[in-house]
């Protein structure tokens, strides 16, 4: 299984959106709305910040949403913060019960 | 509150097996609303999902490892192992013990991870 495709960057100034997009196939992301995204700075573990497609655990910031069209998945990150630079990554269920994870994402605050 | 610990050699030699365990503790491992899994992260790359297993010992495995990979769950030690057999430099990684919760595949759980590094 390959992984679902990210750009390898994206940025934007504090109080700016960015949308993070994750692209797969019909046997995954196209396929089911177990669509889930993880931010992950530098050293420390994965951090869940949407789960099924658009829904935000409790303690995630608003700022945090989640969609999908087709066989893409995206992240929102809006009113951008310095403390959102992290690299992001996304993850699918796929029709072969296992998963896959997205090439990753880094986020820069300019 | 579930907390995940990795534990494991840091140090494995060529075409050896690599062998981890993961603690669960705050929680029981036999819960069968979750799936327990294994990921890696190669250092400065990207993350790949290793495989899973069920309390009651069903598994799956990412295709492009299973040739070399086995998960065991210890229901009575709350622990689930990895073993990867015939390693390389390539397998060299810091590697994550996660739980998914099955029924909308969100990890909302993770160990702090722990690096292995291939090498003689």
């Known amino acids: 299984q390959s992984a679902l495709t990210q750009p390898p960057s994206v940025s934007g100034s504090p109080g700016q959106s960015v949308t993070i997009s994750c692209t797969g196939t019909n046997s995954d992301v196209g396929s089911y709305n177990r669509v889930s995204w993880y931010q992950q700075p530098p050293g420390t573990a994965p951090k869940l910040m949407i789960y099924?497609?658009?829904n935000r655990p409790s303690g995630v910031p608003d700022r945090f949403s989640g969609s999908k069209s087709g066989n893409t998945a995206s992240l929102t990150i809006s009113g951008l913060q310095a403390e959102d630079e992290a690299d992001y990554y996304c993850s699918s269920y796929t029709s072969s019960s296992t998963y896959v994870f997205g090439s990753g994402t880094k986020v820069t605050v300019l | 509150q579930v907390q995940l610990q990795e534990s494991g050699p840091g140090l494995v030699k060529p075409s050896q097996t690599l062998s981890l365990t993961c603690s669960v503790s705050g929680g029981s491992i036999s819960s069968g609303d979750y799936y327990w899994n294994w990921i890696r992260q190669p250092p400065g790359k990207g993350l790949e999902w290793i495989g899973n297993i069920h309390y009651r010992g069903s598994t799956f495995y990412n295709p492009s490892l299973k040739s070399r990979v086995t998960i065991s769950v210890d229901t009575s030690k709350n622990q689930f192992s990895l073993n990867l057999s015939s390693v390389t430099a390539a397998d060299t990684a810091v590697y994550y013990c996660?739980?998914?919760?099955?029924?909308?595949?969100?990890?909302?759980?993770w160990g702090q991870g722990t690096l292995v590094t291939v090498s003689s």
């Open positions: 996660a739980r998914v919760l099955n029924w909308n595949s969100r990890f909302d759980c």
């Open positions: 099924a497609v658009s």
